[in-house]
């Protein structure tokens, strides 16, 4: 990873104002953060579909509800892994990432004032 790279990972992470980045540039670093973040919902069209959307929050906020074992008509359990389910809310962090449908630029700027209760 290029020092540049770990720059613009720590500015994704910490995210003080939103940045506004080249498309190439995101596309390098995104892929160094993009494990501390999780999608809220599917990409987006927005003002009058000239900018692509996508929301994410931290994985650490865990909004999302955990699936159960269940059942089958004949007793067995459908849930094939057996894992803890994690404390919800641990951090409430929530970004947005805007893109031209051109896709010249990205920009990424926070949903709210929340800041990371953890490091990267």
Do not use: M
């Not at 104002?17 to 953060?33: C, D, G, H, L, Q």
């Not at 269940?70 to 994690?86: L, M, V």
Request: charged share 30%; aromatic share 6%.
């Amino acid at each position: 990873i290029s020092p540049d790279a770990l720059h613009h990972r720590t500015r994704l992470f910490d995210l003080t104002k939103p940045v506004t980045i080249s498309a190439e540039k995101f596309n390098e670093v995104w892929p160094y953060v993009d494990a501390v973040y999780t999608k809220l919902q599917s990409e987006r069209l927005q003002a009058y579909g000239t900018l692509r959307v996508q929301k994410y929050e931290c994985r650490l906020r865990k909004s999302k509800k955990s699936s159960t074992t269940r059942e089958d008509t004949e007793g067995k359990a459908i849930k094939r892994r057996h894992s803890s389910i994690r404390t919800q809310d641990l951090c409430h962090v929530r970004i947005k990432v805007t893109r031209p449908v051109d896709g010249t630029t990205v920009t990424i700027e926070r949903l709210d004032e929340h800041t990371h209760n953890h490091d990267i």
